[in-house]
């Protein structure tokens, strides 16, 4: 199973991008799939994660900015960022949860390569 992740860009404070994270392999279902964010010096962070019915979280520092949503049917999952900040500045990585057999119906977890986001102020 591979992720690919991709979306990531140069951006003003205020603008907008949008990620996007694509499995693909040998997959059943995909339970979860999630984005992280790393920024220089700091430690990895939970950003926004889904689950295959669609019901999503989010950190307290990208509510009501970001909104994370997926299709099945493309095993796709995709990061919508709007008003973003200096400090949302970070390599954002995609993780899922992948079932890729019948006898591990919880899923193995996989890791997309990260994109850089850089919001300039």
């Known amino acids: 199973v591979q992720l690919q992740a991709c979306g990531g860009g140069l951006v003003q404070a205020g603008g907008s991008l949008r990620l996007s994270c694509a499995a693909s392999?040998?997959?059943?279902?995909?339970?979860?799939m999630g984005w992280h964010r790393q920024a220089p010096g700091k430690q990895r962070e939970l950003v926004a994660g889904?689950?295959?019915?669609?019901?999503?979280n989010y950190s307290d520092s990208v509510k009501g900015r970001f909104t994370i949503s997926r299709d099945n049917a493309k095993n796709t999952a995709y990061l919508q960022m709007n008003s973003l900040k200096p400090e949302d500045t970070a390599v954002y990585y995609c993780?899922?949860?992948?079932?890729?057999?019948?006898?591990?119906?919880?899923?193995?977890?996989?890791w997309g390569k990260g994109t850089l986001v850089t919001v300039s102020s």
């Open positions: 993780n899922a949860k992948v079932v890729v057999t019948f006898l591990n119906p919880s899923g193995v977890d996989y």
């Open positions: 392999g040998s997959i059943i279902r995909i339970n979860y």
């Open positions: 889904i689950t295959g019915g669609g019901s999503a």
